[in-house]
């Protein structure tokens, strides 16, 4: 095991400042997580990347919002920039479920502690940073920040929201993946300094820093960083409003008309999913949001450079003898690739990842697992090998010049793109090489699998046998016991608003799951996820879900009521009362009641719920499901696993409502698919 000492993680205090013989810093990184120097932590990534640039960084993690602000005043004024990187998950989903109950405990926190994050830490640690340092610029990132660029719904506040810029009053914002942007943005201001040029200011040795003055005058008005987003005034915007650009309702029509924040929507989805984007501006108030279109996805080079930095995969010592419950979850996992081309409506990793699968090369990752087999604790099974999504590792358009003209959220929905490769060799490559590692006796998959994918008859016989092997090699080599899949409904109408398969499809991966199970004497579970209230969904629609699962032999505890997030189709469709698409009207389910009455159809073999799923059944004259439900099973689709041993098979544990879908970086494979 190797031994690490204080100064080979990123400086948090002014004595470790000291120890490597710092004086100021060039960027100092506000982090309302605890800090985990490993590349599933955003502010970890962000601060490496950086520090590999030969820049000075420092993180100050969960600083204290109260008092006299010593933790943002500690490590004094940096020269370039001060960063605000609020967590791996949105503060409000990370710290309520979907009706607005406070969680058990904050993941991302020492002994999983509530009271050591504010809510919205990004407008809180800004507004801070601003009173304390008003001419020191301030940049946003991170999840929190990134879906709320734009106009956008609050659950948690019941209303529309302007871009975050300006109730926090930051000076820009970074959306996405944040490596290239922030690279861009620090070179450019290094530069300032060493040249001179600019209304610089100059700390007690005469270094040059940069001011507020200068960094807009370098980095907003003129040539724009990619993948940034910022406040003008109309006649600031540079190069004025284009031909090409997307102009938006504004923010103030958005809150007279809902149906034009729908309409806005597409916009904002189908640009974040373009290869090359356009412009977008939306006026809010006097002032214009100026989102500049994205970078490119990474290329696997730059990928791999990001993930092969030092980190120590630890959490910092000030946490020695204290549990952070996210670090637990992914600390013997590697993430192989970012992106997901799923586009499922109610999910985040698109809109924030982007729908382009971004992969890491075999080498980076068995570099990765080699590291992990030398950690103290190790014993020898990594409890994931996967991604986003575990079986999209590789896949890409196989002419990608068509991809660089597309604009479809999904490349699967609603059928699979005849341009997407979706050859799983590759996969099945790395598996084997990890798998033949020294020190490794087995790896899981704890990523969410994709079966349509596996499913997919392809014109090329060597995928369809590919996706043949990998569907075996997976089943019977990488699950721990139970399998998770997300079918998240049974009924096709509502799964079509959700972006997802056919519930056909999931019961034709039972059969392949349970037959080879039998044929090589496994006793593995597969473990379905399902939602309720999403948008389209009824009291009538959970009933019969719960008659179609019951015949399946399940007994349901993965659930989730739909939770809203910012920046989803279903997020807009539930706010606004119509699909951004298609601009028709959909029901969706609002109120408490509504809400718990579609969520009790999920737990209908437990006797407290079973009278008044009875009485609802009555009320909506669906009587014949009552004996279906309660009766005894039935079906040419029941059957049981064991005869000689008719237990139902009970899932055990939840992660409760709606914290699957947030992540920035590589948030706990446990609470994403």
Not at 524 to 542: K, L
Request: hydrophobic residues 30%; proline residues 7%.
């Amino acid at each position: 095991m190797k031994e690490y000492r204080l100064t080979d993680w990123l400086p948090t205090t002014k004595k470790e400042m000291e120890l490597r013989g710092w004086k100021q810093l060039d960027i100092i990184l506000f982090s309302a997580d605890a800090y985990v120097d490993h590349p599933s932590f955003g502010a970890a990534v962000i601060g490496r990347v950086l520090e590999a640039e030969g820049l000075k960084v420092a993180i100050v993690p969960q600083p204290d919002w109260h008092g006299d602000f010593r933790d943002f005043k500690k490590l004094g004024r940096p020269r370039l920039w001060f960063g605000v990187a609020p967590g791996c998950m949105d503060s409000m989903v990370n710290k309520y479920t979907a009706n607005r109950r406070l969680r058990s405990e904050d993941a991302y926190s020492p002994d999983g502690r509530h009271d050591l994050r504010p809510e919205y830490p990004t407008i809180v640690y800004t507004q801070i940073l601003k009173k304390l340092y008003p001419d020191v610029p301030v940049i946003l990132g991170g999840i929190e920040a990134s879906l709320r660029r734009l106009t956008h719904y609050d659950y948690w506040k019941e209303r529309f929201a302007p871009s975050i810029l300006c109730d926090s009053g930051a000076d820009m914002l970074i959306y996405g993946m944040g490596e290239k942007p922030v690279l861009e943005i620090s070179r450019r201001l290094l530069e300032l300094c060493e040249t001179g040029n600019g209304p610089l200011s100059y700390n007690e040795e005469g270094e040059a820093q940069i001011n507020v003055r200068t960094f807009r005058e370098a980095l907003q008005h003129q040539t724009a960083v990619p993948q940034t987003v910022s406040l003008f005034r109309k006649e600031d915007i540079p190069q004025g409003i284009q031909p090409d650009d997307i102009v938006l309702h504004s923010h103030e029509e958005c809150l007279k008309n809902p149906k034009k924040q729908s309409e806005n929507f597409r916009h904002i989805e189908e640009e974040s999913n373009k290869y090359h984007a356009c412009r977008i501006i939306q006026q809010t108030g006097d002032r214009f949001v100026v989102v500049n279109p994205p970078y490119p996805p990474m290329n696997q080079n730059e990928l791999d450079h990001s993930f092969d930095l030092p980190y120590t995969r630890l959490p910092h010592p000030k946490y020695k003898g204290k549990r952070i419950p996210a670090y637990e979850m992914i600390k013997f996992s590697v993430n192989m690739h970012r992106g997901c081309f799923g586009g499922c409506a109610f999910c985040t990793i698109s809109a924030h990842q982007g729908k382009f699968i971004m992969s890491r090369s075999k080498e980076s990752i068995l570099k990765e697992v080699k590291a992990i087999t030398e950690m103290e604790d190790f014993k020898g099974y990594l409890s994931d090998l996967g991604g986003p999504s575990a079986n999209m590792y590789a896949m890409k358009g196989k002419n990608l010049s068509i991809c660089e003209k597309c604009k479809k959220p999904s490349c699967i929905h609603p059928v699979i793109c005849p341009n997407l490769n979706t050859d799983h060799t590759p996969l099945l490559e790395v598996y084997k090489a990890v798998d033949a590692l020294p020190g490794i006796k087995k790896s899981f998959i704890g990523s969410g699998v994709r079966y349509d994918l596996l499913l997919h008859k392809s014109k090329d016989e060597n995928i369809n046998q590919a996706a043949e092997k990998y569907t075996r090699e997976l089943i019977t080599r990488h699950v721990s016991g139970r399998l998770k899949v997300a079918p998240e409904h049974t009924s096709d109408r509502v799964l079509y608003l959700m972006r997802k398969p056919s519930f056909s499809l999931f019961g034709t991966f039972k059969r392949i799951f349970d037959r080879i199970n039998a044929e090589e004497g496994l006793r593995q579970q597969i473990i379905p996820y399902f939602i309720s209230s999403h948008p389209g969904c009824t009291e009538e629609d959970m009933a019969e879900l719960a008659v179609l699962t019951k015949q399946m032999d399940f007994q349901l505890e993965q659930v989730q009521d739909f939770t809203p997030t910012p920046m989803t189709v279903s997020t807009e469709t539930w706010a606004t009362g119509y699909h951004p698409y298609t601009l028709e009207e959909v029901y969706s389910a609002h109120s408490v009641k509504e809400k718990l009455a579609q969520r009790m159809f999920f737990f209908w073999y437990k006797p407290e719920e079973q009278q008044r799923i009875r009485q609802e059944l009555i009320r909506m004259k669906r009587t014949d499901l009552i004996d279906r439900l309660f009766g005894q099973p039935s079906g040419r689709n029941y059957k049981r696993e064991d005869n000689k041993n008719p237990r139902r098979k009970k899932q055990e544990g939840t992660n409760g409502p709606g914290k699957r879908r947030q992540t920035e970086h590589a948030a706990p494979r446990r609470n994403r698919r």
